[in-house]
């Protein structure tokens, strides 16, 4: 599964991620110049990343074995917010979290 950017008109499709694997849930900064999205990592470790779509420069953001997803950024660009079941202790249970990344002077 990839993701791939078009214009509201439909046009100008364009394929963002092109690595094999799972991509899926992007979610757009508020400048429009970057996303967070998540990325399956083998064997089956779903971790949250965020790419410049104009370099394609990629940073991985979380590290963790539970399940990290759905993330979404503040509307100012300075938090991710991202739920996690990395404290559910064995029960499928999701929690939200915030992370800081202003340090990334996006």
Not at 59 to 85: C, R, V
Request: no cysteine; proline share 6%; glycine share 8%.
């Amino acid at each position: 599964m990839h993701i791939f950017t078009i214009k509201i008109d439909g046009s100008d499709m364009k394929q963002i991620t092109h690595e094999s694997g799972t991509h899926w849930a992007p979610y757009p900064s508020p400048d429009g110049k970057y996303f967070a999205y998540v990325k399956m990592l083998p064997p089956h470790n779903f971790e949250i990343f965020l790419r410049n779509l104009e370099s394609g420069k990629e940073w991985q953001m979380t590290y963790n074995e539970s399940f990290d997803g759905f993330p979404a950024i503040s509307h100012d660009g300075k938090t991710l917010s991202f739920s996690s079941g990395r404290d559910a202790n064995g029960e499928r249970k999701l929690y939200l979290y915030l992370m800081d990344i202003s340090s990334l002077n996006l």
